[in-house]
């Protein structure tokens, strides 16, 4: 009989600490009801005492799934438990996440202290969250730097105090998988009483370690594992779900086991990718564009005359449709609807679908044929309906030897204002152009463009990073013109500081 592995997914906290990645409310919402169709057991909503709308999103996101857990996140302080606990009231199943840093470097630095009082600490916190909720987790902050006797000792005292969960986290991913086995197998070992608690593993992929050393740790005696959808998170990210998901599904001699249903993985991948704007890499693991493209002609013969010669997965295991409908200018609203819901995005207001298919059939009419990443894009396109400012028109005129002119036209809260500029290249000319119409003292900080697929008629994306009044706001824009689409991506900058003034 196979061991059962608990998938805590932390999309929606640690996956949300990339810059330029904040999704609202409604956003999270969705996320969050998909996550629960893949099959996830725990959700860590967010951290609450952070901010008012991490603990909004918290309290809504209990409201709106049913049989997950929902996990909010706290600091070893009273006052974080205290608003953690008010913020999971409606949760059906509810988990506070406390803990503190237990390496030497974080008791001496971060904290000033000594480990005796970082034992003393942790015990209190757990004692403390146990006052609200039964299901209470410790994470041991930089457990992979942490010496393993003293962090035996650290996890004892928790689990004695009456953690149901113990979270040993990589957080700097420093660890080598052999290294992160070996302290998990001590811990499983050493530790009196472990047996009634669940080892958790959290693994970060700062040297590109992250999902061996969660697998080690699985082997090694976890039985619960911390994981973002296509491996978001901070600096170079979290373990994907996907492919630990994917790992046991293909090694059942592993003899472990998830609650993961893998064909809703394909969808999800898409929504959290374009709700956050956050491109999957095409070379990625399980998800990216050429998981499973073969382009070699010795792979090629191979995969005609039997798939398994070159395939470990089945693409119809992870939701990818290899029949799928291809969608031109002829395409009707059901295509793209039944598109739409195989990527994981469920419109069901017909006005919301005629809008979104509007939209389609300009963007058909410029290409030959409509990508999946151009459906999801049209898919949140709506998001931008709300905002204040809008792109009315835009003229560039430029070319080798001539000075670049540009000529815009804004909607302003139902104003119309034009303004023209010259530029050194045809972006910089359409950005002066805009700034002499919103008079903002603004600083361009970061400027990415990316082809969502190939071909010269593709959709490009922009993502911006624009400093204003000494905070930061990230911006994203779309269009088969690149200038558009910058421009449309410094207008999201725009409104996103407007919004919070």
């Known amino acids: 009989m196979s061991d059962r592995l608990f998938i805590f997914d932390t999309t929606l906290r640690d996956g949300e600490q990339v810059p330029g990645c904040q999704l609202n409310t409604v956003e999270k919402i969705q996320v969050a009801k998909q996550l629960e169709a893949l099959g996830v057991d725990i959700i860590e909503a967010g951290f609450p005492i952070s901010s008012p709308g991490d603990f909004n999103s918290v309290i809504e996101i209990s409201k709106a799934v049913t049989w997950p857990t ?13 608003v953690a606990a008010e913020s999971l009231k409606y949760a059906k ?3 506070i996440h ?4 237990t390496s030497d470097a974080h008791i001496k630095y971060k904290f000033n202290s000594n480990r005796e009082e970082i034992i003393e600490r942790a015990v209190a916190a757990v004692k403390y969250a146990k006052r609200y909720v039964e299901d209470v987790e410790f994470y041991a902050e930089d457990a992979g730097r942490t010496d ?26 420093y660890c080598l ?29 700062d040297l590109g370690m992250a999902t061996a050393n969660t697998l080690h740790g699985v082997l090694g005696g976890a039985r619960q594992v911390e994981v973002t959808i296509n491996g978001i998170g901070e600096r170079a990210g979290n373990t994907s779900l996907e492919e630990i998901a994917m790992i046991l599904k293909c090694h059942k001699g592993i003899g472990v086991d998830t609650n993961i249903n893998t064909t809703k993985i394909y969808p999800t991948s898409r929504m959290v990718s374009s709700l956050m704007n956050m491109p999957v890499q095409p070379n990625k693991a399980v998800v990216g564009r050429n998981a499973f493209a073969h382009s070699s002609g010795i792979h090629q013969d191979g995969v005609l005359k039997n798939v398994n010669t070159y395939e470990i997965m089945n693409p119809k295991d992870v939701g990818l449709d290899e029949n799928s409908i291809v969608l031109t200018a002829r ?15 469920d419109v069901s207001d017909e006005q919301k679908v005629d809008q979104i298919y509007e939209a389609f059939l300009r963007l058909a009419d410029k290409k030959k044929e409509i990508t999946d990443d151009d459906v999801m894009m049209l898919a949140g396109a709506d998001r931008t309906a709300s905002h204040s400012i809008k792109l009315d028109f835009l003229q560039v005129t430029t070319g080798l030897g001539v000075r670049s002119v540009a000529s815009i036209g804004l909607d302003i809260s139902g104003q119309k204002f034009e303004a023209a500029a010259t530029g050194n290249g045809p972006v910089d000319a359409a950005i ?6 919103i008079l903002k003292q603004m600083t361009l900080k970061e400027f990415t463009i990316q082809a969502i697929s190939k071909g010269s008629d593709d959709v490009g994306k922009v993502h911006m990073q624009v ?6 706001y990230y911006g994203f824009g779309a269009n088969t013109d690149i200038v558009t689409a910058s421009v449309e991506a410094y207008i999201d900058c725009i409104n996103k500081f407007k919004n919070k003034s």
Not at 70 to 82: F, G, H, P, Y
Not at 161 to 169: L, M
Not at 336 to 341: A, G, N, P
Not at 467 to 472: A, M, N, P, V
Request: glycine share 8%; charged share 25%; aromatic share 6%.
């Open 70 to 82: 929902i996990c909010a996140l706290t600091r070893a302080v009273e006052k974080d438990i205290d």
């Open 93 to 95: 199943h509810k988990r």
């Open 98 to 101: 406390t803990g503190i840093g």
């Open 148 to 173: 393993n006797e003293y962090l035996a000792r650290v996890v004892e005292a928790v689990v004695k105090a009456g953690a149901t969960v113990v979270n040993i986290p990589d957080t700097t991913g």
């Open 177 to 205: 998988p052999t290294v992160y086995y070996e302290k998990i197998k001590y811990l499983k070992e050493h530790v009196d009483g472990i047996d009634k608690a669940i080892i958790s593993t959290h693994c970060h992929n």
């Open 331 to 345: 395409s009707g609203r059901a295509a793209l609807k039944y598109r739409m819901s195989v990527l994981g995005v």
């Open 432 to 437: 002066k152009a805009l700034k002499k119409i």
């Open 467 to 472: 400093e204003y009044d000494g905070s930061l």
